[in-house]
């Protein structure tokens, strides 16, 4: 079975703390995405991967790096955290064997509070 | 980019009641998909839905390409189907998926 997972399901951190989200996937799917949810606003892409040691922006990177050292893993680094990055954290792989129907697999996410 | 609006952004339903969502964009996708996130946050692929109609059980969903929108259709809800439907699509030759802001639904017993 498929499986996607996050580090933690819930994180308090401190204004100004790095940290460091951590997602796994078991499906040897080639690309890692991270996505921030936010009520009304849907899910926003923040960075993705589609090969070890890659990394390409999305829509919304500022404040955010990423690193992808193992294909397996894909992690999300707030350099120093702020308040507005309070949210729903998602991650997700797929595979870019470029089939059609190719979806997303989610994890869990985690819910980060910035205090 | 091309723009995805999701009708209505709040619906509540009593259990056993019917319900279409809609997903329009402003121009023509690929990849189009429906998901469903329950009230614990777990997304979960539903339909891959580039055109035509399929079903699934209760659910079914119809895309009209030529007129830009898809339809998600829930029949005889239940409580188990509340939680956030969004409609993704992706660019041609592209791996990401841009995400409608979704349709919350509350099915109430």
């Known amino acids: 079975d498929v499986k996607v997972t996050q580090s933690s399901r819930y994180l308090v951190k401190r204004t100004g703390e790095k940290v460091f989200l951590e997602c796994v996937q078991d499906?040897?799917?080639?690309?890692m995405f991270w996505y921030r949810q936010d009520p009304g606003l849907g899910l926003r892409l923040i960075y993705f991967?589609?090969?070890?040691?890659?990394?390409e922006k999305g829509d919304i990177p500022e404040g955010y790096s990423v690193s992808r050292e193992k294909k397996e893993r894909f992690s999300l680094i707030l350099e120093s955290a702020s308040t507005n990055q309070t949210s729903m954290y998602l991650c997700?792989?797929?595979?870019?064997?470029?089939?059609?129907?190719?979806?997303?697999?989610f994890g869990p996410g985690t819910r980060l509070l910035v205090l | 980019g091309i723009q995805v609006e999701q009708s209505p952004p709040d619906l509540i339903l009593q259990e056993g009641a019917n319900s279409t969502l809609r997903c329009n964009f402003s121009?023509?996708?690929?990849?189009l998909q429906w998901f469903h996130q329950n009230p614990w946050g777990q997304l979960i692929n539903l339909f891959y839905?580039?055109?035509g109609t399929k079903q699934n059980g209760r659910l079914s969903a119809t895309t009209v390409a030529t007129e830009r929108y898809s339809l998600l259709y829930i029949s005889s809800s239940q409580t188990t189907d509340s939680g956030v439907y969004f409609c993704?699509?992706?660019?041609?030759?592209?791996?990401?998926?841009?995400f409608g802001k979704g349709t919350k639904l509350s099915v109430i017993p």
């Open positions: 993704a699509h992706s660019g041609a030759g592209s791996y990401q998926l841009t």
């Open positions: 997700a792989s797929s595979s870019h064997a470029g089939l059609p129907g190719e979806t997303q697999y």
């Open positions: 499906m040897d799917h080639e690309n």
């Open positions: 991967s589609y090969d070890v040691k890659m990394k």
């Open positions: 121009d023509s996708v690929n990849n």
């Open positions: 839905i580039p055109s």
